[in-house]
């Protein structure tokens, strides 16, 4: 056992973890991180958000240059598929952002340790015990729980890995399957989904609900079905998968649909129907730290039911995205020392980076609706957008939900070219308590896709320019 006492041990680190372990080195304390990867950066480095977007930009690419370009008078024979390379270069991203990981460790001197750690009590003078596997004890006055979360299993239809998969191995599969079946119409299906179906794939995406990512704007999840419908991909929604059995070289999957059972075949099944947080095996029992809903418990300044101990991220309550997870890292171990931050969590954005995207922050019509706040909304198509008509992206709409004073910006909905860029100018205004007004007020560069923005602020009074 080392002699040293650390200021703070965090577990895991994935974004969270990471996030939190350096702002902690640069507010002056001592850190050390476990982490049981080889790697570090959590799912959202190694097999989450990093490696997806370097294959949607890839695959996207790939389209582009086999459906796009001539209309651009861009004359290209077909491409053809190099998927290795293309597998290479997605390593290759990762590699560097982990291995950037290792140095800003490095940097700020982080003792970095690589094993499985469990709790182990603490003594006398409330110093913690952390084991890892195999390895040695630390010490720590406070941990930081940042251990994040694994994909949801469905007892019909159990991962073996190969054929019924994860988003880690559909990440990495060494030929385009012939059909994909996705289990599940959130993000991360759907992202997938798009990525296989660009290179070829036939994908039926399977969804229990009747819409698309449950929980976003109605009418982003309808754009949304349409425009991917008519990318290729077909849809059974509100229907369920019962099981799947596999045949010679191939799966028949058994769908329940309204008034029957449809079998499907296909090659590969990719399971994406939620996260669970990872809380096995880290001694949280033993010490008595409190779960609400599978998720650990924690209060404002992110301590658990147990003194000392800390959890952040997917760990807790939440939307499982990689920028809360960070915010929560460094709020986290600012709080402890006793600085006043907080994460804004009614200003907490979300995106799905099909092509055209879905962005989105604040409440959708359905919430206003449901909580009774009355609200008045503008919208404005990308259709009357120079940009997108230069960029050839007119498909596409920005929603701006506003109070019926005009004095607060309730929620933006993008569906469109570089949503996800575009849905940063809505956070800021909201989360300075900004209204629509203002963002129809500021001078937005021309020609740009933010324009939009300002037209369907614009809107909000019936004042749009181009709309
Ligand atoms: P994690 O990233 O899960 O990291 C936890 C780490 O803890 C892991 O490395 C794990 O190995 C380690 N660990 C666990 N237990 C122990 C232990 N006992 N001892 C030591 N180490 C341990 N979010 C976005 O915001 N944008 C996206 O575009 C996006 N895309 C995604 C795409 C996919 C395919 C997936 C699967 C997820 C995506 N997410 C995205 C979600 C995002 O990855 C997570 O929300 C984020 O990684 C959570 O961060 P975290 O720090 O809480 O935990």
Redesign the pocket.
């Known amino acids: 056992m080392s002699e040293e006492i650390f200021d703070l041990v965090v577990?895991?680190?994935?974004?969270?973890?990471?996030v939190a372990a350096i702002r902690a080195a640069q507010l002056g304390m001592t850190v050390a991180v476990?982490?049981?990867?080889g790697t570090l950066?959590?799912?959202?480095?190694?097999?989450?958000?990093i490696?997806?977007?370097a294959l949607l930009d890839s695959s996207e690419l790939f389209h582009l240059a086999g459906h796009r370009f001539s209309a651009h008078g861009i004359e290209v024979a077909p491409p053809t598929l190099n998927l290795g390379q293309m597998m290479a270069r997605k390593d290759d991203v990762v590699k560097k952002l982990t291995d950037g990981i290792a140095f800003l460790f490095k940097k700020n001197k982080i003792k970095s340790v690589n094993?499985?750690?469990?709790l182990a009590g603490s003594d006398a003078a409330g110093v913690h015990k952390i084991e890892v596997q195999g390895g040695e004890e630390i010490r720590a006055k406070k941990v930081l729980l940042?251990?994040?979360?694994d994909?949801v299993q469905l007892p019909s239809l159990p991962f073996d890995w190969e054929s019924v998969v994860s988003?880690?191995e559909a990440?990495s599969f060494d030929k385009v399957p012939e059909h994909l079946l996705v289990v599940g119409g959130g993000?991360?299906g759907l992202?997938?989904g798009s990525v296989w179906l660009r290179l070829g794939a036939q994908v039926t995406v399977v969804e229990m609900l009747p819409r698309l990512i449950a929980g976003s704007d109605g009418q982003v999840a309808e754009a949304l079905l349409r425009s991917l419908k008519k990318q290729g991909m077909r849809f059974l929604l509100g229907a369920k998968v019962a099981g799947v059995e596999k045949r010679e070289g191939s799966l028949l999957a058994r769908v329940e649909v309204e008034g029957g059972v449809q079998e499907i075949g296909c090659d590969k099944v990719l399971v994406a129907v939620g996260?669970r947080p990872?809380t096995a095996?880290?001694g949280l029992e033993e010490l008595g730290v409190a779960l609400e809903n599978g998720r650990v418990k924690v209060d404002e300044d992110y301590l658990t039911s147990v003194p000392g101990v800390y959890a952040?991220?997917?760990?807790i309550s939440g939307p499982?995205?990689?920028?809360?997870?960070m915010e929560e890292?460094a709020v986290c171990v600012e709080r402890m020392r006793g600085e006043p931050s907080l994460v804004d969590y009614g200003c907490v954005p979300g995106?799905c980076?099909t092509w055209p995207e879905a962005a989105s922050v604040g409440k959708t019509e359905d919430a206003l609706k449901e909580e009774g706040i009355p609200y008045k909304s503008g919208k404005f198509n990308f259709m009357g957008n120079g940009r997108a008509k230069c960029m050839d992206e007119t498909e596409g709409f920005v929603k701006v939900l506003s109070d019926v004073e005009g004095t607060r910006l309730l929620g933006v909905h993008i569906f469109g070219p570089r949503a996800s860029d575009m849905i940063a100018e809505a956070v800021t205004v909201m989360s300075f308590g900004g209204s629509s007004e203002d963002i129809a007020l500021i001078m937005h560069a021309h020609p740009t896709l933010s324009e939009a923005m300002k037209e369907a602020a614009l809107d909000v009074d019936k004042r749009a320019i181009h709309g």
């Open positions: 577990i895991g680190a994935g974004p969270g973890g990471y476990v982490e049981k990867r950066g959590g799912v959202c480095l190694n097999e989450g958000c490696p997806s977007k094993g499985t750690a469990r940042a251990t994040g979360s994909p988003a880690r990440l993000y991360i992202e997938l996260r990872l095996g880290l952040i991220g997917d760990l499982m995205l990689a920028h809360k997870a890292g995106v980076y």
